[in-house]
């Protein structure tokens, strides 16, 4: 099985009974004490309709890849926001792409320039 990661996986090392509720928190960004607390409310109200739902989850999703858990925390909430919101993560990388760029111009420029008071202060320290 190839890993993606930006694919929902079942969460057995977090979850307390078949990875669940560990799955969507971890999928999602959530805190996995919120999702619990929202199934049992959901079962509650819903008069046990979301059983049967977690229970085919459980069986139709994989189980998280063993190599997905030892990431950089970095590098997890990097995916986590590429799976909830794509586009907004490609612009802010472009935006830190064109960001860096400019900062680089901007150095270049400077140093490149005809500037005699920085060619002043270059032979003050000479």
Same mark, same amino acid.
């Given at each position: 099985?190839?890993?993606?990661? @930006? ?7 977090? +979850?307390?009974?078949? $990875?669940?509720? /560990?799955? *969507?928190?971890?999928? !999602?960004?959530?805190?996995? @004490? ?7 409310? +959901?079962?509650?109200? $819903?008069?046990? /309709?979301? *059983?049967?739902?977690? !229970? ?71």
């Amino acid at each position: 099985m190839s890993e993606s990661r @930006t694919r929902f996986y079942l969460d057995k090392r977090n +979850g307390k009974f078949l $990875g669940v509720c /560990a799955g *969507i928190a971890d999928f !999602f960004g959530w805190d996995v @004490t919120l999702v619990r607390a929202a199934l049992a409310v +959901g079962i509650v109200m $819903g008069g046990g /309709a979301l *059983i049967p739902a977690y !229970f085919v989850v459980a069986w139709i999703a994989n189980a998280k890849p063993n190599s997905l858990y030892d990431e950089a925390p970095e590098r997890v909430e990097f995916w986590r926001d590429v799976r909830v919101a794509p586009k907004r993560t490609l612009r802010d990388v472009n935006a830190q792409f064109r960001d860096a760029d400019r900062r680089l111009r901007d150095l270049e420029y400077h140093l490149t320039s005809e500037s005699r008071q920085l060619a002043d202060e270059i032979e003050k320290l000479r």
